[in-house]
């Protein structure tokens, strides 16, 4: 059941953020990959980072893996332009 709830998480993170950053999808698997990513790296930065909290349950996986997938966008947006 884990399997399946990181997944739908990942794949909304990956789809809200790509909609929010660069106003389209990239498609099921790779909303789906970028969501996860980000929840990773947002977890990260969240454990590290005291001043902001981190929430629990659905939304608080959601908000943390949009935001983690919305850096990620950035940093490969960073990356590519520096190429």
């Known amino acids: 059941m884990n399997l399946i709830y990181t997944l739908i998480v990942g794949a909304l993170a990956g789809w809200l953020a790509g909609y929010l950053i660069k106003g389209k999808g990239f498609g099921l698997l790779g909303n789906i990959i ?3 990513i980000g929840g990773v790296l947002g977890g990260f930065i969240f454990s590290i980072v ?3 909290g981190r929430g629990y349950g659905f939304l608080g996986s959601l908000i943390t ?3 983690g997938a919305i850096l990620l966008l950035f940093i490969v947006g960073w ?4 190429n």
Request: charged content about 25%; proline content about 8%.
């Open 34 to 36: 970028i969501g996860i």
């Open 65 to 67: 893996s949009v935001l």
């Open 79 to 82: 990356v590519k332009r520096r």
């Open 50 to 52: 005291p001043v902001i």
